[in-house]
């Protein structure tokens, strides 16, 4: 309402995806330890997966790749292949990677999100499906949750739970501000 008053806020191409970057690497280093206790915790597993939290690259990339899939369904076209870019060039540099390699490391991991996730298109049923590919969680169930590469559904449950913090809101980001 209030924007509705006085307008939307300004923000620059280039301080949304500083903005979105930075938010994701704070979110991942402080979420993905809580992530690890679960999963290692959970007593849906045969035997503890034994994740380590020192292990977040492949979290960093799946949470990254859910959120710009995410930023493609809301953002107009053409404002999303240019916050994409500068996203992830902003990444490659925050983690010291080259932009060309982090580039097409976030295509693959969102390419093979979709397709798992297919034909759903929500972001934290993908982040779920990537973890779980990511990281062979399907060896630690039981026989037929391991046979038919399924997570089973209690630890999809509590995953989902968890994964749904690491979402940014694309949404209410165009609600709020004029990017430009």
């Not at 990339?61 to 902003?90: Q, T, W």
């Not at 991991?109 to 990511?134: C, D, K, Q």
Request: net charge negative; glycine share 4%.
């Amino acid at each position: 309402m209030i924007s509705a008053l006085f307008g939307k806020k300004k923000i620059t191409e280039d301080k949304l995806a500083n903005v979105f970057v930075n938010t994701v690497l704070e979110m991942c280093s402080e979420g993905f330890p809580v992530v690890v206790t679960e999963l290692n915790d959970s007593p849906e597993f045969l035997q503890s997966p034994g994740l380590s939290a020192d292990d977040d690259e492949r979290f960093l990339l799946i949470v990254f790749a859910a959120n710009l899939m995410e930023m493609d369904r809301v953002l107009e076209a053409g404002l999303d292949k240019r916050i994409f870019s500068l996203s992830v060039s902003k990444f490659a540099q925050a983690l010291s990677l080259p932009c060309t390699e982090t580039e097409q490391e976030v295509r693959a991991v969102r390419s093979r999100m979709e397709r798992l996730n297919a034909p759903s298109t929500n972001a934290v049923y993908a982040m779920r499906r990537g973890i779980f590919l990511e990281y062979d969680l399907y060896r630690f169930q039981e026989a037929h949750y391991r046979d038919v590469r399924a997570p089973h559904p209690i630890v999809s449950k509590r995953i989902d739970r968890l994964m749904g913090y690491f979402l940014w809101n694309w949404r209410e980001v165009t609600e709020q501000y004029r990017i430009g």
